[in-house]
């Protein structure tokens, strides 16, 4: 009589890693939509990224405020005097705010075709969706006691999953432009190559940690998770577009569009392994 289980919860559900696999593609596409200005070849793209940017950007904003449990209190972030500042979401949610700004006035000097402020506009957005992956990242970071993203490299890691996963998805937009596609495909290489040690380097800390850092791996890197992480996001999303592109038939149309599948599969995958297993090992105890 009186007993009793404690059933813990995670503190970040799923939506969260939505949320970061959206956000990386944004701010991804806001790397390419300024590239524009600099490499010809992504000419044809300038309009492209800076809309899809904008839409995903909305798409996020709803997952964040969707999971509030009380949904308006969104309007708080648009008060200075109600964010505290040593609080790295407070940051977080003025560097949303600041990009949407910024992201609102560059989409309307494109529709202006105005040249002289285009790219100055469209430096200052990328800078501020730089911010996005960054801050993401470092959200993790914070974590003290929470193997795997108790790491500096987590912020880094972020951005690379941005520029991978924004090429792809740029990739795709740009079926049928080789020489866009070519710049798209350098990207897509050394970003998911990156990507790749990146993951060498997390699961060798974490499997030679403390206990709970090896209970974590082992989450990780058996069953669903370990399908998921090694599969899907190291093997499939990461390894094999790097060796493909690589390979000399890496320059074909086919195999760019089929590393961008796997490059998008592969991130949405890591970033949900990344997001859920570390919290997993609370349940369990």
């Not at 470092?138 to 912020?155: A, C, E, G, K, Y």
Request: proline content about 4%.
């Amino acid at each position: 009589m009186g007993d009793y289980v404690w059933f813990h919860d995670v503190s970040w559900h799923a939506s969260y890693a939505v949320y970061f696999f959206v956000i990386g593609i944004l701010a991804g596409l806001s790397f390419i939509s300024f590239g524009s200005w600099r490499t010809p070849a992504l000419r044809p793209l300038r309009e492209k990224t800076a809309y899809a940017s904008f839409v995903l950007l909305g798409l996020g904003g709803m997952l964040l405020i969707a999971d509030l449990s009380q949904p308006m209190r969104f309007l708080n972030i648009l008060n200075p005097a109600y964010l505290n500042f040593t609080s790295p979401l407070a940051w977080g949610a003025l560097n949303i705010v600041a990009f949407s700004i910024a992201s609102i006035v560059y989409i309307l000097a494109l529709r202006r075709r105005d040249e002289k402020n285009g790219q100055l506009l469209a430096l200052i957005t990328a800078l501020l969706a730089l911010g996005l992956p960054i801050y993401t990242g470092f959200d993790l970071t914070v974590h003290q006691s929470r193997p795997v993203w108790n790491t500096p490299i987590m912020p880094v890691l972020f951005v690379a999953l941005a520029i991978a996963s924004g090429s792809a998805v740029g990739a795709l937009l740009a079926a049928g432009n080789t020489e866009a596609q070519k710049v798209l495909r350098e990207y897509m290489l050394w970003s998911a190559g990156a990507v790749a040690v990146m993951l060498v380097s997390i699961m060798g800390t974490t499997n030679y940690g403390g206990s709970a850092a090896e209970l974590t791996f082992m989450i990780m890197t058996t069953g669903t998770m370990g399908l998921l992480f090694i599969g899907v996001g190291f093997l499939g999303g990461s390894v094999a577009p790097a060796l493909m592109l690589f390979a000399p038939m890496g320059k074909s149309q086919g195999v760019v569009l089929v590393s961008a599948l796997l490059i998008l599969a592969g991130s949405a995958a890591l970033r949900y392994v990344l997001l859920m297993a570390p919290q997993q090992l609370q349940t369990l105890y």
